[in-house]
Nanobody, 121 residues
Framework: QVQLVESGGGLVQAGGSLRLSCAAS????????MGWFRQAPGEERKFVAR????????SYADSVKGRFTISRDNAKNTVYLQMNSLKPEDTAVYYC??????????????WGQGTEVTVSS
């Protein structure tokens, strides 16, 4: 089955940048939609960004558009989330997710373990 391995979280000051990575284990992302979600303490998990692997189509939450960029590396079977101009409100645990044919259904079948991002003011 698809396994997602995340990395890149950490502590950063407001205005700084981080790059999160999500690598596949056991299967490539061909035919999948890759999504990034985040969950702050006491809050629901929220959509951040997604990418359709086959053609690279992208979409973003309004709260991060213009600051975050999702991308992929076919050779490494890896999806990235480049986060610039970080704000304290971006502090959360970030999760990578994968769904087969989920671009229109918004259903994700596989989830990573999460990586913590803390933005200080």
């Amino acid at each position: 089955q698809v396994q997602l391995v995340e990395s890149g979280g950490g502590l950063v000051q407001a205005g700084g940048s981080l790059r999160l990575s999500c690598a596949a284990s056991g299967r490539t992302f061909s035919g999948y939609t890759m999504g990034w979600f985040r969950q702050a303490p006491g809050e629901e998990r929220k959509f951040v960004a997604r990418l359709r692997w086959n053609d690279g189509a992208k979409s973003y939450a309004d709260s991060v558009k213009g600051r975050f960029t999702i991308s992929r590396d076919n050779a490494k079977n890896t999806v990235y989330l480049q986060m610039n101009s970080l704000k304290p409100e971006d502090t959360a645990v970030y999760y990578c997710a994968a769904g087969l044919g989920s671009w229109w259904s918004n259903r994700y079948d596989y989830w990573g373990q999460g990586t913590e991002v803390t933005v200080s003011s």
